[in-house]
């Protein structure tokens, strides 16, 4: 036993020491903690290098504020960092200072960019709802343009002393301009069209026009229509011409007669009516095209705000450039002149 021992000995002994058989062992080693070491220490392009060099400003502390991250106002924070990125790409800030202009630019940007939605925001508020705002405001109108006639508001009451104040010519130019009013929109036409279609009816099935409608005629046309207000008003029952005298069959074949003739008195102006509301849907088209035009911008208060909120960030804006732009001026060793700071304020 004693003599094969040295043999294995000697055997096994160069595969452990032998410097030929275990550099090559080392070398594979050294090669896998480089793999290694190159995956763990970050990106090697050069555009990689750049982009994590930037991840101080882009989750800088004013970054981290700036951008609505949740709720209903989110913004996309992606769209800040691509701000960062391209203002990165134009200054190459080095440093921490330079570094957190850079960020204070950004964050200026993006503020300025708010301002514009908020503006957006104020102009869609009245523009979003124009077309149905001005179509209540036109009901209201209609309404009570056909309640004065309706309720006869416009002429004398004796019962109101207020009314001894006020001259015939007013109330009847308040009426006209009622039924002046009626003819612009479509629901005082559509009343019209409505009271001159039941008093056809009403000649059709009785042969002449009651007394309530031919009273609601009279104060809907008599101040634009005076004649075609007055040949409707006289429409009415033979009983009610005669006066007292006596009815007699020459007399209701009279009435008779002219019935054709209010009948077709009253197509004539159902059709002009109906002229009337075309004319009606461009002026209304034409009104709101104005309007639109007019709400472009938001209302003054609004404005104020507006243009006070991003006049201070444009401050904030030129002074960050403007320190950042002297900051690497001086860090190249170029010639820089102090500030120059110009006092606005009035002299007493």
């Given amino acids: 036993m004693s003599q094969q021992e040295p043999s294995n000995n000697s055997s096994t002994r160069p595969s452990v020491e032998s410097p030929g058989r275990k550099r090559p062992v080392s070398e594979r080693r050294i090669q896998a903690n480089r793999r290694n070491a190159r995956r763990s220490t970050g990106p090697t392009t050069e555009r990689g290098k750049r982009t994590v060099a930037r991840n101080a400003i882009k989750h800088g502390v004013l970054a981290r504020e700036v951008v609505i991250t949740s709720g209903d106002g989110k913004e996309n924070l992606n769209e800040?960092?691509?701000?960062?990125?391209?203002?990165?790409?134009?200054?190459?800030?080095?440093?921490?200072?330079?570094?957190?202009?850079?960020?204070?630019?950004?964050?200026?940007?993006?503020?300025?960019?708010?301002?514009?939605?908020?503006?957006?925001?104020?102009?869609?508020?009245?523009?979003?709802?124009?077309?149905?705002?001005?179509?209540?405001?036109?009901?209201?109108?209609?309404?009570l343009d056909v309640a004065i006639i309706e309720m006869d508001l416009g002429l004398y009451n004796a019962e109101n002393p207020g009314?001894?104040?006020?001259?015939?010519?007013?109330?009847?130019?308040?009426?006209?301009?009622?039924?002046?009013?009626?003819?612009?929109?479509?629901?005082?036409?559509?009343y019209l069209s409505a009271l001159l279609k039941y008093a056809k009816s009403e000649i059709t099935r009785d042969?002449?026009?009651?007394?309530?409608?031919?009273?609601?005629?009279?104060?809907?046309?008599?101040?634009?229509?005076?004649?075609?207000?007055?040949?409707?008003?006289?429409?009415?029952?033979?009983e009610a011409k005669m006066e007292g005298q006596k009815r007699d069959s020459d007399m209701d074949k009279q009435a008779g007669t002219n019935l054709p003739d209010i009948v077709a008195f009253i197509d004539n102006r159902l059709e002009r009516i109906g002229t009337f509301k075309k004319y009606a849907t461009g002026r209304e088209k034409l009104v709101g095209d104005a309007e639109a035009r007019s709400f472009s911008l938001p209302p003054s208060d609004a404005t104020d705000k507006l243009l006070r909120y991003e006049a201070h960030l444009d401050r904030q804006l030129y002074r960050a450039m403007d320190q950042l732009e002297r900051l690497q001026l001086q860090r190249k060793g170029e010639t820089v002149p102090p500030p120059l700071h110009i006092n606005l304020e009035r002299r007493r």
């Fill in 80 to 143: 800040f960092h691509d701000i960062v990125e391209r203002l990165c790409e134009q200054y190459k800030p080095v440093g921490v200072v330079e570094e957190s202009l850079v960020q204070t630019i950004a964050t200026c940007l993006w503020r300025k960019a708010r301002v514009i939605r908020a503006e957006n925001g104020e102009i869609r508020r009245r523009l979003d709802t124009l077309a149905v705002d001005r179509a209540l405001r036109n009901s209201d109108k209609g309404n």
């Fill in 163 to 190: 009314d001894d104040g006020v001259s015939t010519r007013d109330r009847w130019s308040a009426m006209q301009h009622a039924q002046s009013d009626m003819r612009a929109h479509h629901s005082g036409l559509t």
């Fill in 207 to 238: 042969g002449y026009i009651s007394e309530k409608i031919r009273k609601e005629i009279f104060f809907a046309f008599c101040l634009w229509d005076c004649l075609f207000a007055l040949t409707c008003l006289n429409a009415g029952p033979p």
